[in-house]
């Protein structure tokens, strides 16, 4: 079993085996919204700017920190696989370089697109083919939006979508609200949870909506 937990923004928990990771850990306060309620195993940092980079709220005795990291590893049991990106539309000058992840858990392929500004290079591309679950931002302003994210979920044909980075209430940013890019949705189910967590396997062909913690 893979379970998924949103924790507002970008904050994405995946639970695998005996393994809680936790991707772009963000203080609540800073942002206007609740702080991440989990401590993890496996704590990945997509870029360093304040509202994904608070290690210190999810972190534990023992845990294993990467940040911006690019290359292959296993932790516990899961392939974790770094691609670098870029945080802008002029490769980094503006708002620096961004990571790519991509965890195989449990034999589920989940890619979690951080802060994407741009589109992927086609050598990342290729490797985010075959997902059980693509993570992205759909916001705009400071990541990609709506079409673009759209556009993406055209190109790599995952199994299921899950929006993230996008207004919910409080949050001080101002981005766009994720009803931008469900209008832009055709071929998958839409479900809204009335939970801020769901097991992957019960899901096939969805834009996943987890309800904000």
Not at 50 to 79: Q, W
Not at 83 to 109: I, Q, W
Request: charged residues 25%; aromatic residues 8%.
């Amino acid at each position: 079993m893979v379970l998924i937990r949103w924790h507002g923004h970008a904050c994405v928990e995946v639970r695998g085996g005996d393994l809680t990771i936790v991707i772009d850990p963000h203080d609540g306060a800073s942002l206007g919204i609740k702080s991440p309620s989990v401590r993890a195993d496996l704590i990945l940092v997509s870029h360093d700017h304040f509202d994904h980079n608070a290690v210190h709220v999810v972190s534990k005795e023992g845990s294993r920190i990467l940040k911006m990291f690019y290359g292959e590893t296993v932790v516990g049991g899961v392939r974790v696989r770094g691609f670098k990106t870029y945080h802008d539309k002029s490769r980094g000058a503006e708002r620096g370089l961004n990571t790519v992840y991509l965890l195989e858990v449990e034999g589920y392929r989940i890619a979690h697109l951080g802060d994407l500004g741009d589109r992927p290079e086609e050598s990342v591309l290729k490797e985010l083919q075959g997902l059980h679950l693509l993570v992205t931002p759909v916001g705009g302003r400071y990541t990609i939006g709506p079409q673009e994210a759209w556009s993406l979920v055209e190109t790599l044909k995952p199994i299921n979508v899950m929006p993230i980075h996008y207004r919910i209430p409080g949050l001080k940013l101002p981005i766009q609200p994720v009803d931008d890019f469900l209008k832009l949705v055709k071929g998958y189910t839409i479900a809204r949870l009335n939970e801020s967590s769901f097991k992957l396997e019960d899901y096939t062909n969805t834009v996943i909506i987890p309800k904000y913690p």
